[in-house]
C-alpha cells in the first residue's frame, strides 16, 4: 500500500479525512453530514408535529413555529436528501463506470466543503436566535419584510452551499462523459449512473437561476436593491418564477436518483435484468427535460390567466407518462424473478405504492381549479411529503443498506433493518395520508395552532403519533449503525451474492485506487456477463496491470470555503458594525489567497507502483483464503 493509505493514529486519521480528495471518502462525509442534517430537520418536524397535536396548544409560539417550518424544509431539501444522495453518487458511480475517481478531485472535495459550511452558516442563525421565518420558500413578500438577521442567514447559507451542488453536478458530468472504462457504452450503463448523470445535467441548468434569485434577494434585503419590491418598480412575482424554474426541477434532482437506487434494488433481488432498460433511459431523459416545463403549476393561484395555466397543467399531466412508464417496468422486473425480500428490496417495494400516491395527487394538482381549492391547504403538505418520504427518504434508506457493505466492509443488521422499515413504513402513511383529509376539511398549511371543535384533533393525533413511529425507527436505524460498526464483521466483495454491476467486483471496502488494472465492459450488467461465464477474477481488465497515478489530497478546499463563511458574516453585519466590513474584505481576500495557493502550487501527485498493487492483490486472494 502506498504511504497515504498507511497513516495511523487520531491527528494523522483526522488530517487525512479533512484534505481528503478520494471520492469514496468525500461520499462517505457527505452521508455523514446529510445524515446530522436529517436529524436536525427531524428534531424540528417532530417539533412540528407535537405543536400541532392538539388544539390551541402553545409548546412553541408563532414566531417560533415559523421559524422552525423554514428551516425543517430548507434542511431537508438543501441539506439533507441532496447531500446524502451526493454521498451515493460519490461513492458508487466512479466504480460503476469504472473509473479511478471523479474527473476533478479537488473541486469534488470544494463542493463537499461549500455544502458543510453552507449548512452550518444556516444553522448558525439558532444560535443568533434571528431564524429564517419566511418559509422554504422564502416568498419575496415575506422574506423583504422579515424583521432581522434571519433571511440574511438563508440566502447567504444557501448561495455556499449551492455553489458547492452546482461544482459536483458539473463534476460527474465530466466524469460519466469522459472516464467510463472501454466498452462501457452509454446504453450499457447502469441505471443508478444514468439518473446521476440526467439529475447532473438538471443540475446545471436549475441551479444558477436559484443562485441569482439569492443574489438579488441578498442585494434587495442589505443595498436596497429594488430587484423585488413593488413599490420601488421591482417584481414580487419573479421571486416566484425564479424560484420554481429551480425548485421544480430540485424535485428531480432528488427523485431521479431515488429511481436509480430502485432500478438497481429491483434487478438484484429479483435475480434479473432490469425489465425494458432502454425505455427506463429514455424516461430518465425525459423526465430531465420536462422537469423544466412545469414550474407554474406552483403558481396557479397567482392570477396567471388561463393560456398560461392550461399549458402547464398539460405539461403535469405528460411528465406523468415517463414515470408511469418506470413505474410499469419494475413491476415486470418484479414478475417471474426469483425474488429475495431483503431490506432493500422491502423498501423498493413499499416505495411503488407510496410514490404511486404522491404522483397521482399531484396530477390531481394538475388541474388549476381544483389546485385553486387545495394549494393552502395541508393536501399540498400531504402531497409534497408523499413524493419526498415516499420516493427519496425510501430511496435513502434502501441505499444505505444496500451500498453499505461496499462502503464500509460491514453489512447492517437485516433484522434490525426490517424493523426500521416496519416502524418507519406504518408512521409515514399514519403520519401524511390522513393530511389529504385534513386539507379536504379546510386546514390550513403553515398555521401554528387551530381551534377545538372543527373535526382536526383526531386526524393531527394521528399524524402526531405516526410521527413519533418514524422516529423510532429512524432510531433504531442510528442503533443498527452503531451495534455493525462496533462489531465490524467484514464482508467480501459481492456481499449480497447477486450484484450485477462493477463495484461488487473489488472489495468491500474498495482499495483507494479501485481497481488494480482498467476494467474491460462486455455488455450491460457487465459483472453477471463475468459470473455467467464463470470467471474467478469478475474482472476483465482491459490492459495490463501498470503504475497508477493519484492526487495528493489537500487542505486548500476548506479553507477557501472557511474564507466564504468568514466574508458572509462580514455581508450581514457590514452596514450596522465597525467590523462588517472588515470582515467582509478579510474573508475574501482568504479565500482568494488560497485560490492563489491552489493555482500557483505545483502538485503532481504520486505514483502506486505495479509493484504495491501486486502486493495488495495478493493480500486481498490471502484474506479470500
Given at each position: 500500500?502506498?504511504?497515504?493509505?498507511?497513516k495511523s493514529g487520531f491527528g494523522a486519521t483526522l488530517w487525512d479525512w479533512l484534505t481528503t480528495v478520494d471520492h469514496k471518502k468525500i461520499g462517505i462525509l457527505y452521508l455523514l453530514g446529510g445524515l446530522f442534517f436529517?436529524?436536525?430537520?427531524?428534531?424540528?418536524?417532530?417539533?412540528?408535529?407535537?405543536?400541532?397535536?392538539?388544539?390551541?396548544?402553545?409548546?412553541?409560539?408563532?414566531?417560533?413555529?415559523?421559524?422552525?417550518?423554514?428551516?425543517?424544509?430548507?434542511?431537508?431539501?438543501?441539506?439533507?436528501?441532496?447531500?446524502?444522495?451526493?454521498?451515493?453518487?460519490?461513492?458508487?458511480?466512479?466504480?460503476?463506470?469504472?473509473?479511478?475517481?471523479?474527473?476533478?478531485?479537488?473541486?469534488n472535495s470544494l463542493g463537499f466543503w461549500m455544502f458543510a459550511f453552507g449548512g452550518l452558516f444556516l444553522n448558525i442563525s439558532w444560535l443568533f436566535g434571528e431564524v429564517p421565518d419566511a418559509g422554504w420558500t422564502s416568498y419575496a413578500s415575506l422574506s423583504l419584510h422579515s424583521p432581522g438577521h434571519g433571511v440574511d442567514f438563508y440566502a447567504i447559507g444557501l448561495q455556499i452551499a449551492g455553489g458547492g451542488t452546482l461544482m459536483a453536478g458539473i463534476n460527474f458530468l465530466v466524469t460519466i462523459i469522459n472516464?467510463?472504462?472501454?466498452?462501457?457504452?452509454?446504453?450499457?450503463?447502469?441505471?443508478?449512473?444514468?439518473?446521476?448523470?440526467?439529475?447532473?445535467?438538471v443540475i446545471l441548468f436549475a441551479f444558477p437561476p436559484?443562485?441569482?434569485?439569492?443574489?438579488?434577494?441578498?442585494?434587495?434585503?442589505?443595498?436596497?436593491?429594488?430587484?423585488?419590491?413593488?413599490?420601488?418598480?421591482?417584481?414580487?412575482?419573479i421571486w416566484e418564477h425564479i424560484f420554481w424554474i429551480f425548485g421544480h426541477?430540485?424535485?428531480?434532482?432528488?427523485?431521479?436518483?431515488?429511481?436509480?437506487?430502485?432500478?438497481?434494488?429491483?434487478?438484484?433481488?429479483?435475480r434479473k435484468r432490469l425489465f425494458g432498460y432502454t425505455a427506463m433511459v429514455f424516461a430518465t431523459v425525459l423526465i430531465g427535460f420536462l422537469g423544466f416545463m412545469v414550474w407554474a403549476h406552483h403558481m396557479f393561484t397567482v392570477g396567471l390567466g388561463p393560456t398560461a395555466n392550461a399549458i402547464f397543467a398539460v405539461a403535469t399531466m405528460a411528465i406523468a407518462v415517463p414515470t408511469g412508464v418506470k413505474i410499469f417496468n419494475w413491476l415486470l422486473t418484479i414478475w417471474g424473478g426469483s425474488i429475495k425480500v431483503t431490506t432493500p428490496m422491502l423498501y423498493a417495494l413499499g416505495?411503488?405504492?407510496?410514490?404511486?400516491?404522491?404522483?397521482?395527487?399531484?396530477?390531481?394538482?394538475?388541474?388549476?381549479?381544483?389546485?385553486?381549492?387545495?394549494?393552502?391547504?395541508?393536501?399540498?403538505?400531504?402531497?409534497f411529503h408523499y413524493v419526498i418520504v415516499g420516493?427519496?427518504?425510501?430511496?435513502?434508506?434502501?441505499?444505505?443498506?444496500?451500498?453499505?457493505?461496499?462502503?464500509?466492509?460491514?453489512?447492517?443488521?437485516?433484522?434490525?433493518?426490517?424493523?426500521?422499515?416496519?416502524?418507519?413504513?406504518?408512521?409515514?402513511?399514519?403520519?401524511f395520508l390522513i393530511q389529504h383529509w385534513l386539507g379536504f376539511w379546510g386546514m390550513p398549511r403553515r398555521v401554528w395552532t387551530f381551534m377545538d371543535g372543527q373535526g382536526w384533533n383526531i386526524a393531527n393525533m394521528v399524524s402526531t403519533i405516526g410521527a413519533l413511529l418514524m422516529a423510532i425507527g429512524f432510531t433504531v436505524m442510528v442503533i443498527n449503525i452503531i451495534m455493525t460498526t462496533v462489531k465490524n464483521e467484514r464482508v467480501g466483495n459481492d456481499p449480497w451474492?447477486?450484484?450485477?454491476?462493477?463495484?461488487?467486483?473489488?472489495?468491500?471496502?474498495?482499495?483507494?485506487?479501485?481497481?488494480?488494472a482498467t476494467p474491460l465492459v462486455r455488455g450491460l450488467d457487465t459483472l453477471w456477463i463475468e459470473k455467467m461465464e464463470g470467471s474467478k477474477e469478475m474482472i476483465t481488465p482491459a490492459e495490463p496491470i501498470t503504475d497508477i497515478h493519484m492526487p495528493h489530497g489537500s487542505i486548500i478546499p476548506m479553507l477557501m470555503t472557511l474564507g466564504l463563511f468568514i466574508a458572509g458574516f462580514g455581508a450581514m453585519f457590514q452596514q450596522e458594525t465597525s467590523w462588517g466590513l472588515g470582515v467582509l474584505i478579510f474573508g475574501l481576500a482568504f479565500t482568494f489567497v488560497a485560490m492563489a495557493t491552489r493555482s500557483l502550487k505545483d502538485d503532481l501527485g504520486y505514483y502506486v507502483t505495479k509493484e504495491q498493487i501486486l502486493q495488495d492483490q495478493e493480500n486481498i486472494k490471502r484474506g479470500r483464503n
Open positions: 500500500m502506498s504511504s497515504v493509505a498507511q436529517f436529524v436536525l430537520g427531524g428534531i424540528e418536524a417532530m417539533i412540528i408535529r407535537l405543536q400541532l397535536m392538539t388544539p390551541n396548544n402553545d409548546l412553541v409560539s408563532a414566531g417560533l413555529f415559523n421559524d422552525l417550518i423554514t428551516m425543517h424544509g430548507t434542511t431537508m431539501i438543501f441539506l439533507a436528501a441532496m447531500p446524502i444522495l451526493f454521498g451515493f453518487m460519490n461513492a458508487i458511480m466512479p466504480l460503476q463506470i469504472g473509473a479511478r475517481d471523479v474527473a476533478f478531485p479537488f473541486i472516464m467510463r472504462a472501454p466498452g462501457m457504452t452509454y446504453m450499457r450503463m447502469p441505471l443508478f449512473t444514468w439518473t446521476t448523470f440526467v439529475a447532473s445535467a436559484l443562485t441569482i434569485g439569492l443574489f438579488f434577494l441578498t442585494f434587495d434585503r442589505m443595498f436596497s436593491g429594488n430587484f423585488f419590491d413593488h413599490t420601488m418598480g421591482g417584481n414580487t412575482i426541477p430540485e424535485v428531480y434532482i432528488l427523485i431521479l436518483p431515488a429511481f436509480g437506487i430502485f432500478s438497481e434494488v429491483f434487478s438484484v433481488f429479483s416505495f411503488i405504492p407510496s410514490f404511486v400516491m404522491g404522483g397521482v395527487t399531484g396530477v390531481m394538482q394538475g388541474a388549476a381549479p381544483l389546485d385553486y381549492q387545495l394549494h393552502d391547504s395541508y393536501f399540498i403538505v400531504a402531497h420516493g427519496v427518504v425510501l430511496a435513502i434508506f434502501a441505499g444505505l443498506h444496500y451500498w453499505w457493505p461496499k462502503m464500509f466492509g460491514t453489512m447492517l443488521s437485516e433484522f434490525l433493518g426490517k424493523i426500521t422499515f416496519v416502524f418507519f413504513f406504518i408512521g409515514f402513511h399514519m403520519t451474492g447477486d450484484g450485477r454491476t462493477l463495484e461488487w467486483a473489488i472489495p468491500s471496502p474498495p482499495p483507494f485506487y479501485n481497481f488494480p
